[in-house]
């Protein structure tokens, strides 16, 4: 058949692929059902915690909610848990790469999916850069225990703060004590997380052969640590640093504590919760996708949570919660115990003995925010790979490597901007354009679920949404109104002088057109009637590593 004969008809922007073209692109990847409830709990518990409770739980604590955080947690979870059930029924009725962009793709059309995927930049690739900045936070936090951070990395002053050379962001965001921030330049940059992105999409260029064994141990080892955390600290919390626990709106501004900081606290935590989709994409692989992906889905939202509360109320209880604005809260708290009884023979050059506890923690936090990079970069790499075989971005982000059979240019180019933005950007600016983006993705994912029900009441899908449509409005509200918390306050710093993060989120969108405009538009397969199929098998052991399935297994 001809290409004109493929070319599908309607409106251009709003073209979309049949679910059965969907499909059949997704057909090559037989995947084996092999995982239960349990499995793919723990594959959510995984991906989940990461960077939002060992890095942004500090950030909001000390700016927005107090002690209150653990309240965030549970409005920002609530949400999750709406969005989460329509993605279990979109990846049960189309179980392929792509994720959310695919989605879009199949039902709201290419425009949305071009927006979809352009959001999920800020899910993956600005997450992975706020978890490096986090990352170096943690290594410097460590460096200091054995007394050489002084020397690679000596303290420098910047308007209205202080942090390491090297490891501290070009740009700095400081709060008065009136509520108006200012971004001041430090003088220096974020040279540490530059390091780590770099080995992670290294590692993803090369590939990862130890998948399923290592998934497993880094995802005991996060567990491990954050109750480590709670069992020890529980012994050292103050109840006075939990007064008041919902600290006053002195500023009368919108997120600075009082009620409207707790739901400004949800809306950056909403970070701390975006691994969850991972269980939604792994709906294929479910041995009973209609009963084990709820549960995989909602048991890990509900046990993540928990930790989560208990982190903050351990981490709260420890340190004045106005103490805790640092990149690794966790190593401030650690610290804060003082755990003499820890101490180990081994004396750092600082003359002080090594703390055993904190010593482990650290490592572990360091060990788990490695895995989430990885985790985070692999996903970006697979949305652009995925835009890339549809025309809708350069051929270069598909381009397979001979040997290695990953993206290798995409992952190298990916890397470098990645780098960029941890180097150059503070970890609160960066935390609240991928909560922005990630809210807006998941309410996008709603509409879709919206959209099949109407149109295409009769096709099967192995999970369906409790509450049909009901559920699924309440989930765009929830998540439209956490974004809604997320971009009000970057409009009062623009009212305030200080457009800088208004003035990202604007260029950020711009490029996004404009790269649709001039390339996307014009270069896109689907409007073309290019039959889009697989034609190079990129599951390798890298895939397999995300999935936490060993590849060398044979069915």
Request: hydrophobic share 50%.
């Amino acid at each position: 058949m001809s290409a004109e004969g493929l070319r599908p008809k309607g409106n251009r922007l709003f073209l979309k692929k049949s679910v059965a073209q969907i499909q059949k692109e997704a057909a090559k990847s037989e995947l084996k059902r092999s995982l239960g409830p349990i499995n793919l709990m723990s594959l959510g518990i995984g991906a989940i915690i990461g960077a939002g409770i060992f890095v942004l739980t500090g950030q909001v604590a000390a700016a927005h909610a107090g002690p209150a955080i653990m309240l965030s947690f549970v409005v920002a979870g609530i949400a999750c848990g709406l969005a989460g059930l329509c993605y279990a029924e979109l990846a049960s009725t189309m179980p392929v790469s792509g994720s959310a962009y695919t989605y879009a793709y199949g039902t709201l059309g290419e425009v949305f999916a071009w927006i979809m995927g352009w959001l999920l930049v800020l899910e993956y690739g600005v997450a992975a850069s706020t978890v490096a900045v986090g990352w170096s936070g943690y290594v410097v936090s460590i460096l200091r225990d054995f007394g050489v951070a002084d020397s690679l990395f000596p303290m420098i002053q910047y308007a209205g703060g202080e942090g390491p050379s090297w490891a501290t962001p070009l740009i700095q965001a400081v709060t008065s004590d009136t509520g108006v921030a200012s971004f001041p330049l430090t003088g220096t940059f974020n040279l540490v997380a530059a390091i780590g992105i770099a080995a992670v999409c290294s590692l993803l260029v090369l590939g990862v052969s130890e998948s399923a064994s290592i998934n497993n141990v880094i995802v005991m080892i996060k567990i491990v640590v954050l109750l480590t955390f709670i069992a020890v600290g529980i012994q050292y919390i103050n109840p006075e640093n939990w007064v008041p626990f919902i600290p006053e709106n002195t500023t009368g501004k919108f997120g600075e504590y009082g009620a409207t900081g707790i739901l400004r606290g949800a809306s950056i935590i909403f970070f701390a919760y975006v691994g969850f989709e991972a269980v939604s994409t792994a709906a294929a692989e479910a041995k009973n996708p209609s009963k084990d992906v709820p549960v995989g889905i909602l048991g890990a939202l509900i046990v993540c949570t928990l930790i989560y509360m208990a982190v903050a109320a351990v981490m709260t209880g420890v340190v004045p919660y106005l103490e805790l604005a640092s990149p690794a809260p966790v190593a401030v708290a650690i610290d804060r115990m003082g755990l003499e009884w820890a101490d180990t023979a081994f004396i750092t050059p600082d003359g002080s003995p090594l703390n055993l506890i904190s010593f482990l923690i650290k490592v572990g936090a360091i060990t788990g925010l490695s895995s989430v990079m990885l985790v985070l970069c692999y996903g970006q790499t697979r949305i652009f790979y995925t835009m890339a075989r549809d025309g809708l971005l350069p051929k270069a982000f598909a381009v397979i490597h001979p040997k290695f059979r990953t993206p290798w240019i995409g992952t190298i180019l990916l890397g470098i901007l990645i780098a960029v933005a941890a180097s150059f950007l503070p970890i609160s600016i960066l935390g609240d354009l991928v909560s922005l983006g990630t809210a807006v993705a998941f309410s996008i994912v709603c509409l879709s679920v919206i959209f099949l029900r109407i149109k295409h009441p009769e096709m099967e899908r192995p999970f369906k949404v409790p509450g049909g449509i009901f559920t699924a409005v309440l989930g765009i509200l929830s998540c439209l109104a956490l974004a809604g918390f997320n971009f009000w306050p970057m409009i009062q710093h623009a009212m305030d002088g200080n457009p800088l993060p208004l003035t990202i989120l604007g260029a950020y969108a711009a490029v996004g057109a404009v790269i649709y405009i001039l390339y996307g538009f014009w270069h896109s397969k689907l409007a073309k009637g290019i039959d889009i199929t697989e034609d190079v098998k990129l599951e390798s052991a890298t895939d397999a590593f995300v999935r936490g399935v060993d590849p060398r297994k044979d069915d």
